[in-house]
């Protein structure tokens, strides 16, 4: 279909731009841009658009992701495919703006097979395939990759990946250490996890009447904003 999702992209001037693809969903899109564009230094942003490549038009409730005020002008959905030289090219990924390519994986994967490793394989496998086509097509862009389990990550990074993140291995370290350390998957996500002074506003504003002593509130919100 001729329609504003398989059109070809068309960065600016002073566009830096990265590119996300694999298995994108709403709530994986939401966070990933929430990260993305919490930008340090904003007058010299490292990357300021997001081009998404993805097999299928957005859902609702990806729309509704990316018409949000602080994403409404930062991203562009693209539909085709990862693996398609001429999709590729139309997101313009040898343009020297592309700083990166980021590629998910299905993390919750439905599990055909007791064991759940037929499944679990094909998940990283479409990582892979799409890491080699990337990696192939634009052999300087860092390519950083997702995979379900730990013993593909190898496999990953010789097909192409700059760094792997392994869903299976931080879930599980972060299971082990918090039985030793309370509190610790608590302190990992406030790293992890930007928080704007916009939403350190919203969140005081929803512990008021709920905590009986208040003082701790705003120099705990405050550290989780570094």
């Given at each position: 279909a001729n329609d504003k999702y398989s059109r070809s992209y068309q960065p600016g001037r002073n566009d830096k731009f990265a590119v996300l693809t694999g298995d994108v969903s709403a709530s994986s899109l939401d966070y990933f841009m929430r990260e993305l564009f919490h930008l340090e230094s904003p007058d010299d942003p490292k990357v300021n658009q997001l081009v998404v490549?993805?097999?299928?038009?957005?859902?609702?409730?990806e729309l509704?992701?990316?018409?949000?005020?602080?994403?409404?002008?930062?991203?562009?959905?693209?539909?085709?495919?990862?693996?398609?030289?001429?999709?590729?090219?139309?997101?313009?990924?040898?343009?020297?703006?592309?700083?990166a390519c980021f590629v998910m994986v299905d993390k919750n994967p439905q599990v055909a097979e007791a064991g759940g490793s037929t499944e679990l394989n094909a998940s990283d496998m479409s990582v892979h395939r799409i890491t080699m086509s990337v990696s192939g097509y634009s052999p300087e862009l860092p390519v950083y990759a997702q995979s379900t389990v730990s013993a593909n990550a190898r496999q990953l990074l010789v097909s192409g990946a700059h760094a792997v993140s392994t869903v299976e291995e931080i879930k599980l370290n972060m299971l082990a250490m918090s039985s030793a350390l309370p509190g610790l998957t608590t302190l990992v996500s406030n790293l992890l996890t930007t928080i704007g002074h916009q939403d350190l506003n919203r969140l005081e504003r929803d512990l008021e009447g709920r905590v009986s002593d208040r003082s701790w509130v705003h120099e705990y919100l405050t550290g989780t904003s570094y």
């Open positions: 490549l993805s097999p299928l038009s957005p859902n609702a409730a509704d992701v990316m018409v949000k005020p602080s994403y409404e002008t930062r991203v562009q959905w693209f539909r085709g495919s990862a693996m398609d030289d001429a999709d590729l090219k139309r997101i313009k990924l040898t343009h020297p703006n592309c700083q």
